[in-house]
């Protein structure tokens, strides 16, 4: 069994930065793949990103070159800039292991 926790949600302006992490806990490290989705209001969950544990990364296109997924063992971070207002969602920890499991969720805001 997987655990995982997410940190660094909030409100920040339009344009600004955010930092995300997710610590996962409770099995292996190595995870064959990690990454994050987010679920806005009244829409369905939508991938944001993936990151392989040998490094391979994938984005969606809207968040390309401005978001960056780091991993480190059972951490990783999601490193969001310019952030826009249609990007306020609920932000989940995905990991694969034998199985898909995912956090509870942050929250992030995108107002001004």
């Known amino acids: 069994q997987v655990q995982l926790v997410e940190f660094g949600g909030g409100l920040v302006q339009p344009g600004e930065s955010l930092r995300l992490s997710c610590a996962a806990s409770g099995s292996t490290f190595l995870f064959p793949m990690m990454g994050w989705y987010r679920q806005p209001p009244g829409k369905q969950r939508e991938l944001v990103g993936l990151?392989?544990?040998?490094?391979s990364l994938e984005y969606v296109d809207s968040v390309k070159g401005r978001f960056t997924i780091t991993r480190d063992n059972g951490k990783m971070s999601l490193q969001m800039t310019r952030l826009k207002p249609e990007e306020t969602a609920v932000y989940y920890c995905?990991?694969?292991?034998?199985?898909?499991?995912w956090g509870r969720g942050t929250q992030v805001t995108v107002s001004s």
């Open positions: 990151i392989s544990n040998q490094g």
């Open positions: 995905y990991v694969f292991s034998s199985g898909p499991f």
